[in-house]
Structure formats: C-alpha cells, structure tokens
C-alpha cells in the first residue's frame, strides 16, 4: 500500500502524504456535513460520500468535480479554509482521538503507527487543494509533482517515465 495518494483536479493534480489527506478530509467532512444541517445541497452530500472514501480506502485518488459551478466551487473553498482554521487550533492530534473518528462504516483514516499526528501538514495540503481548485497552485518543477502533507512540508517527487 502505497503512502501517497493523488489529488486531481480539471487536468492539474499533486501527491499527498495519506495520513495528512486523512485528517483533512475528516475536517472537511465535518464542515461540509454543518453546511448540508443549514442548507439541503445533494451535490455537496454526494461530495461528502466521495470524501468518506477518499478518506479511509487506502490507495484512491481524490478526484474533485471539474463539473462544479462557480458558487459550489467557491462554497468548497469556504469549507476549506474552515476545516484549516479548526485543524489549526491546535499543533497535533493524538492517534487515539484520530483512531475514534468512524468516517466510513466503522472505519477511520491510516495512522501508520503515529503516536500524534501534527496538523501543519494537513493545513498545508487543505491550502493547497483550495489553490488547485482556483487554478492558482504553483507549476512543480520540471519532470516532478508536488508532495503535500509531509512533515518537513512541500517536496517534490519524480514523475515517472
């Protein structure tokens, strides 16, 4: 099983570290979910579905929809920088409050093992969805993609021949 997952968007896409991809998604869920409490919107309820099991089958790429309109687009980027700024109250998440999270059938993202996990990577990965949803995430470097999520924060990593 592979540790990176891809994130696609309109043709333009990077690689995610599945540990911080999880936790995002369990943020973005969550906002999205309030959202869905406020205001019945059956794309966004199907986009929440999507990201279940983007946020727990090991190896599935996240695919977000080219075919949203400006407004669905603009109200993802809002539940976005929501899930960031909650994810950003505090430095990390411990694996036992991570392993309680039952995002899909019972189950929850990967820990690999991790006794904490810090939120800076999965900040750093929602801001950088949002920059590929706006068509604005900055060009990887020729012959490479860009790895969110890590740790160290932002790499690359080799495109494959």
């Known amino acids: 099983m592979s540790k990176t997952r891809f994130i696609e968007y309109g043709g333009d896409g990077f690689w995610a570290y599945d540990v911080a991809m999880g936790v995002f998604l369990k943020h973005l869920i969550d906002q999205a979910c309030?959202?869905?409490?406020?205001?019945?919107?059956a794309w966004l309820t199907d986009s929440?579905?999507?990201?279940?099991?983007?946020?727990?089958?090991?190896?599935?790429r996240l695919y977000l929809?080219?075919?949203?309109?400006?407004?669905?687009?603009?109200?993802?980027?809002?539940?976005?920088?929501?899930?960031?700024?909650?994810?950003?109250?505090?430095e990390s998440i411990s694996a036992e409050e991570a392993a309680s999270w039952k995002i899909l059938d019972g189950q929850g993202i990967v820990l690999r093992g991790a006794a904490q996990i810090p939120t800076a990577p999965a900040v750093e990965?929602?801001?950088?969805?949002?920059?590929?949803?706006?068509?604005?995430?900055?060009?990887?470097?020729?012959g490479s993609w860009w790895l969110y999520g890590?740790?160290?924060?932002?790499?690359?990593?080799?495109?494959?021949?």
């Open 65 to 90: 929809d080219p075919g949203w309109t400006d407004d669905q687009r603009r109200l993802v980027r809002t539940l976005i920088d929501d899930a960031c700024r909650d994810l950003e109250k505090s």
């Open 150 to 161: 890590v740790e160290d924060g932002v790499s690359t990593i080799q495109k494959m021949a």
């Open 48 to 60: 929440i579905d999507r990201w279940r099991e983007n946020a727990v089958v090991p190896d599935v």
């Open 125 to 142: 990965l929602g801001r950088a969805i949002g920059l590929l949803l706006e068509g604005a995430l900055p060009e990887a470097p020729p």
């Open 34 to 41: 309030r959202q869905v409490e406020r205001q019945t919107l």
